[in-house]
């Protein structure tokens, strides 16, 4: 029997649950479906450390800082049971970076203190340079996902096209007035590739041991705290991959030997290895919002392969929240807020996040594809 919806989402990574946790907080029914079940993509892979961005103020940045926040206070009284306030400091990677993180210092907008390298190494951790630590990151149990998805149903279909009847989506044996898509790096349900979301590749291996350490930290990979005898290692690499490369205990020998040279990892011993994807864009910013009918504009507008810009004209009623590269912890409620309050009240949503901003980029370059 076909059940009715106001919205589905499909996905349920951070950037699914995050949307539909909120939908439901506005009295939206919401359906969560996922081929794989909650957080079986890359958040289940994630180490899902919660960190800030540090650079210049580039808007990026600012987004960042902004969404930190505002994911901080929700984490702190709604999840608390799966955000884990370790603070985390940054460390930089060589000299070179060094000498950033001197510049990098003057933009830092949130609350954090400098550790020496003597400091450091009174916490057991070696560094020639001195660290930022921001006390208000930590680590997320990509059990958050379950969490912001309880009391919403969940339906574990591959859903393999979408379409319009009388208004109403149709999804798998459902249908909507709205559709969500947060799919990840998986991408081909419409035409999209305006947004050039890509897959990069990472994994993170899970050690048992009895090394003290009681904050995370970033190098050129990511370190958890110890929690209940478990230090998580991860990393995602610059790499642009089709599909998942397979998971294997292989993978994490890297990690550890770039982690022993911070930290003493003589007794670590291996007890899970997870490996996934994350989807980033060209402009490394979200996207969210309302989706561009490519193929109509591209049929409708006879000059706009020469740059000549027409009205955009939209797919009713269907959205994205996708592309929230190595920080979807840090985004996903931020713009997950921003969807739900357009959606249920129609509100604007944050306009750095708009989508559009990269389909005349991309549509300058559609000619030759
Ligand atoms: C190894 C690794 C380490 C990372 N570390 C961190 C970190 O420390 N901190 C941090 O903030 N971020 C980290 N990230 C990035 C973070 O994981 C991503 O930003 C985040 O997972 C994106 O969430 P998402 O919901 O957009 O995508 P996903 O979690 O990938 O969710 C997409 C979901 O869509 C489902 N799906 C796709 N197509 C369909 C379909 N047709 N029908 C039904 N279901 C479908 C998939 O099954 C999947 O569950 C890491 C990523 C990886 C891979």
Same mark, same amino acid.
């Given at each position: 029997m076909k059940h009715h919806y106001d919205t589905i989402v499909i996905g349920a990574g951070i950037a699914g649950c995050s949307t539909a946790y909120f939908l439901k907080q506005k009295n939206q029914k919401v359906? %969560?479906?996922?081929?794989?079940?909650i957080a079986s993509g890359g958040s289940g892979a994630a180490g899902a450390f919660f960190s800030p961005k540090v650079g210049i103020n580039l808007p990026i940045k600012q987004l960042s800082d902004e969404a930190f926040l505002f994911a901080h206070d929700l984490y702190k009284k709604h999840f608390n049971g799966h955000f884990f306030q370790?603070? &985390? +400091?940054?460390?930089?990677?060589?000299?070179k970076d060094a000498q950033k993180f001197e510049i990098y210092r003057r933009y830092i907008t949130l609350k954090h203190e400098i550790y020496t390298p003597q400091m450091l190494k009174e916490l057991g951790i070696q560094?020639? /340079?001195?660290? =930022? +630590?921001?006390?208000?990151?930590?680590?997320?149990?990509?059990?958050?996902? @379950?969490?912001?998805?309880?009391?919403?149903?969940l339906d574990l279909s591959d859903i393999k096209e979408l379409y319009q009847e009388n208004g109403f989506w149709i999804c798998?044996?459902?249908?909507?007035?709205? =559709?969500? *898509?947060?799919?990840?790096? @998986?991408?081909? *349900?419409?035409?999209? #590739?305006?947004?050039? =979301?890509?897959? =990069?590749?990472?994994? #993170?291996g899970d050690f048992k041991t009895d090394l003290? *350490?009681? /904050?995370?930290?970033? $190098?050129?990979?990511?370190?958890?705290?110890?929690?209940?005898?478990? &230090? $998580? &290692?991860?990393?995602?690499?610059? %790499?642009?991959?089709?599909?998942?490369?397979?998971?294997?205990?292989? !993978?994490?020998?890297? %990690? %550890? @030997? $770039?982690? !022993? !040279?911070?930290?003493d990892s003589s007794d670590f011993e291996l007890i899970g290895t997870h490996c996934g994807m994350r989807a980033s864009n060209r402009d490394y910013m979200p996207v969210v919002g309302k989706i561009i009918d490519v193929e109509y504009m591209l049929q409708n507008s006879p000059n706009i392969l020469d740059g000549r810009k027409y009205p955009l004209k939209y797919i009713p009623n269907i959205y994205v929240h996708n592309a929230l590269g190595a920080r979807g912890f840090v985004f996903a409620l931020y713009c997950a807020n921003e969807l739900a309050n357009h959606i249920a009240t129609d509100k604007a949503i944050d306009a750095r996040l708009d989508p559009d901003r990269l389909f005349y980029n991309w549509i300058r370059k559609a000619k030759y594809i």
């Open positions: 359906l %969560l479906v996922d081929k794989n079940g370790s603070g &985390i +400091l940054r460390i930089p990677k060589d000299a560094s020639d /340079f001195e660290a =930022i +630590l921001f006390p208000q990151a930590g680590i997320c149990n990509p059990s958050i996902c @379950e969490q912001m998805a309880q009391g919403i149903e798998g044996k459902h249908s909507a007035k709205n =559709i969500v *898509l947060a799919t990840g790096y @998986e991408t081909d *349900l419409l035409d999209i #590739r305006y947004m050039s =979301i890509k897959g =990069i590749w990472g994994n #993170r003290k *350490l009681d /904050f995370s930290m970033h $190098k050129n990979i990511s370190i958890s705290a110890n929690f209940d005898g478990v &230090i $998580k &290692i991860g990393a995602t690499h610059e %790499l642009d991959v089709e599909e998942a490369i397979p998971c294997d205990d292989k !993978s994490v020998t890297g %990690l %550890l @030997e $770039k982690a !022993s !040279s911070l930290i």
